[in-house]
């Protein structure tokens, strides 16, 4: 059972343009959200996170927002560049602060 | 940093042989995990460890997976005997736990594939 969806495998986009990335978690417990990004024939690396107690950290061009009551948070990535094509795990972390990672959604970047 | 250190990169065997993945965690970390990544279910943690002893292993598929830390800066994952399903993407990963969220810091993965 998936605590933590990504449920779109895949997203492509122009450059210049806005990427959102979606994440849903069922567990309410989960009190803090990160995401990875992962080039191919690399380990994902930390890109961003938020805690519970805020609904948005930005980061440059990356913004992460938060919806607890709806357990839903998004990547927004302006404007998209050619480099962020990659594949982009959301994870999420409870009181054993032990993450979860969802299946990963793959990101394309048009130029 | 070299950051953290996998071997093999790439794996391929035979169906019943054993394989053993190894890792060296990033000097200093005192959290090593394992995690399998699969089309289908995405990153999976398998088992973790904390100061050399394996604190949640039930990510661990199967008897036939086990794992071991023998001291800071060495860790194996074996599977014996390996089956055609247990193909896939192995990553280690570390990090410093400092009572709060760990931000993992991944090695490159062994890709492994058994025939």
């Known amino acids: 059972d998936q605590q933590v969806k990504q449920n779109s495998p895949s997203l492509s986009v122009q450059e210049g343009r806005i990427s959102i990335l979606n994440c849903d978690y069922t567990?309410?417990?989960?009190?803090?959200f990160l995401w990875y990004k992962k080039y191919p024939a690399e380990g994902p690396t930390f890109l961003i996170s938020?805690?519970?107690?805020?609904d948005k950290n930005e980061d440059g061009r990356f913004t992460v927002f938060l919806n607890k009551s709806a357990k839903h948070l998004s990547l927004h990535i302006v404007p998209s560049q050619p480099g962020d094509s990659a594949v982009y795990f959301c994870a999420a972390s409870g009181a054993n602060s032990k993450l979860t990672f969802g299946k990963g959604i793959t990101l394309s970047v048009r130029p | 940093d070299a950051g953290v250190i996998q071997s093999p990169r790439h794996e391929v065997t035979e169906m019943g042989q054993e394989v053993t993945l190894r890792c060296k965690p990033i000097s200093g970390h005192n959290s090593l995990f394992w995690y399998r990544q699969t089309m289908m279910r995405g990153l999976e943690l398998l088992i973790y460890?904390?100061?050399?002893?394996?604190?949640?292993d039930s990510g661990m598929p199967e008897d036939r997976f086990s794992a071991k830390m023998p001291n800071a800066s060495f860790s194996t994952l074996k599977i014996q005997p390996s089956e055609p399903r247990d193909s896939a993407v192995y990553f280690c990963?570390?990090?410093?736990?400092?009572?709060?969220?760990?931000?993992?810091?991944f090695g490159s993965g062994t890709q492994l594939s058994v025939l």
């Open positions: 460890f904390n100061n050399n002893v394996p604190i949640d």
């Open positions: 990963a570390s990090s410093l736990e400092t009572g709060g969220v760990e931000k993992l810091f």
């Open positions: 938020i805690s519970s107690i805020k």
């Open positions: 567990n309410s417990m989960f009190d803090y």
